[in-house]
């Protein structure tokens, strides 16, 4: 069965900060990636994803992830962090195999941006 | 487009009654997925409907727990009875077959048991 650890649960940072929220999954198959973001008050939406090719992906934002196959690992990082990133962020991972897989989810980083 | 649609959106009961959930998914979307997220914790997938076929239900507590997607449009999760630990958000996510994996997720229900 596939699992996903965030190590990180909460993170305060100040404004113009470099970010890097930490993912690591387990699941021995080829596996899609994805961050979610949920802002305050808002639902859930996809904030990047990988399937497959050049590992460092770019999403919204700003944000990218890195997927490091050798450590299982798809970190999200942002070189700059606004007071607007303020928010919940959960890596989730998909085993890659026909329309049935489904999405397990880490527990969340709930980052929180100082001015 | 209209996102997924959830209602209510806050609902407290009591130990051991029933409550149920509704859900509207995105126009076209066929497959539909509840899940349920318990405080401090990421979201755990219950039922996964593609149309209204069952595609995966290994995590619904069936005991308690009960879905239906019957004209596979919109759909309801019912719990009964409920108990203290099923305090939690359940959300209900819409997606295209052929991309599972990119979902669209509502507001969500927030329910508390007394």
């Known amino acids: 069965a596939q699992s996903v650890s965030q190590h990180n649960h909460h993170v305060i940072l100040s404004e113009a900060a470099s970010l890097e929220l930490g993912c690591n999954y387990s699941y021995g198959g080829t596996v899609n990636l994805f961050w979610y973001v949920q802002y305050p008050g808002q639902h859930l939406q996809l904030l990047l994803k990988?399937?497959?090719?050049?590992?460092l992906v770019k999403g919204i934002k700003g944000f990218e992830a890195e997927f490091i196959k050798s450590k299982f690992s798809f970190n999200l990082r942002k070189p700059s962090v606004q007071w607007s990133d303020t928010a919940e962020y959960f890596c989730?991972?998909?085993?890659?195999?026909?329309?049935?897989?489904?999405?397990?989810f880490g527990t969340g980083t709930r980052l929180q941006v100082t001015l | 487009e209209a996102g997924v649609a959830q209602s209510p959106r806050y609902k407290i009961i009591e130990k051991r009654q029933s409550v149920a959930f509704w859900c509207n998914p995105i126009s076209g979307h066929a497959t539909l997925y509840w899940y349920q997220q318990i405080l401090g914790q990421g979201p755990k997938l219950l039922i996964q409907?593609?149309?209204?076929?069952?595609?995966?239900d290994s995590q619904l507590p069936k005991d308690r727990f009960s879905a239906e997607r019957l004209k596979g449009v919109d759909s309801t999760l019912k719990i009964q009875p409920a108990k203290l630990e099923d305090s939690a958000v359940y959300l209900c996510?819409?997606?295209?077959?052929?991309?599972?994996?990119?979902?669209?997720f509502g507001p969500g229900t927030r329910l508390t048991v007394t």
């Open positions: 990988y399937f497959s090719g050049d590992p």
């Open positions: 409907f593609q149309n209204n076929g069952v595609v995966d």
């Open positions: 996510a819409s997606s295209l077959v052929r991309t599972v994996y990119e979902q669209y």
């Open positions: 989730a991972v998909n085993a890659a195999t026909g329309t049935a897989s489904k999405l397990t």
